[in-house]
């Protein structure tokens, strides 16, 4: 993890944290992701089964696809199963010549109380690492409720919740981040839309069951072997120094988008991969974290 990112988990501390001091603090960095039952929905167990189309055009080059997606959770999201198969055609014409190349995916990930295994179907392989949307959730928040999570972090980027609409009879909360709008019931996914670089993905449920005995069979893996990878906090100390951490963040606070772009990008391999929407849009969640935390 690049100093960086351990910054930003810092901001979130602090922000989560805020009004604690410092011995508080220190427990809820080692002790708060035990003994904390997970609560990523509001509601206890769901079904869903989803289609999904993508299309645009990208400096000549026409993209389309289709895919399917199944989702499976309970206890309230603390265990979850996801499978996806996509298949996307790509075309490219140039001085007349017409090439076209056409791709398929499968996934399966599955959350397990903080526990993230992603099947790489072709290596016939499974890895396991903690789940760093869970972790924190379960580190930084008193009832460890993921779904006011999501809401405070969708508003604090500037998300907007912009109506409602029923889907599949199920009403939806509306929300919209930078274009891209999503139908949540009680915290579940019912409906994505938006357009990104030039392509637009559509993703609805086409079936929605809540509330329903879900058998343990429904969330079992392949029989690959399991790959057991760091996890993001593995290697990491959190002995915190605040008034370093205060002197850091308002370091970073009064930085400039360039000159935060020269820095982070020096010695971060991490970072240099990263496209230049990808590192706006880190410097302005960085930039908002700092604000909510002082």
């Given amino acids: 993890m690049g100093k960086l990112t351990t910054l930003f988990l810092l901001c979130l501390v602090t922000i989560s944290c805020k009004g604690k001091d410092e011995a508080t603090l220190d427990s809820t ?12 929905y509001e509601i206890e167990s769901g079904s869903i089964r989803y289609k999904s189309v993508l299309s645009g055009n990208v400096m000549g080059t026409t993209i389309s696809g289709t895919g399917t997606e199944t989702l499976l959770f309970k206890d309230w999201g603390a265990m979850e199963i996801k499978e996806e198969a996509t298949a996307q055609t790509t075309t490219t014409t140039i001085f007349g010549k017409t090439a076209k190349e056409v791709s398929e995916s499968h996934t399966m990930v599955k959350l397990d109380n903080g526990k993230s295994y992603s099947v790489d179907f072709k290596r016939k392989e499974i890895h396991q690492m903690d789940d760093l949307a869970m972790g924190m959730t379960k ?5 460890a409720d993921a779904g006011k999570v999501g809401k405070e972090l969708l508003e604090s980027m500037g998300g907007k919740l912009i109506g409602t609409e029923v889907v599949l009879g199920y009403e939806c909360e509306i929300w919209d981040l930078m274009g891209i709008k999503q139908w949540l019931y009680k915290g579940v996914l019912l409906k994505t839309e938006g357009t990104l670089m030039g392509i637009t993905t559509i993703k609805e449920a086409v079936s929605a069951k809540f509330n329903q005995s879900l058998p343990n069979s429904s969330f079992e ?3 690959f072997p399991v790959i057991t990878e760091e996890s993001f906090m593995d290697g990491e100390s959190f002995d915190v120094d605040m008034d370093e951490m205060k002197e850091n963040m308002e370091f970073v606070k009064n930085m400039s988008y360039e000159d935060w772009k020269e820095m982070v ?8 991969a990263m496209s230049e929407e990808e590192l706006r849009l880190t410097y302005d969640m960085i930039q908002k974290a700092i604000r909510m935390g002082q």
Avoid: S, V, Y
């Fill in 29 to 40: 960095l080692t002790n708060g992701i035990q003994d904390k039952q997970l609560k990523r």
């Fill in 139 to 143: 580190m930084f928040q008193k009832d």
């Fill in 221 to 223: 893996l392949p029989d």
């Fill in 265 to 272: 990008t020096a010695d971060d391999p991490e970072m240099q």
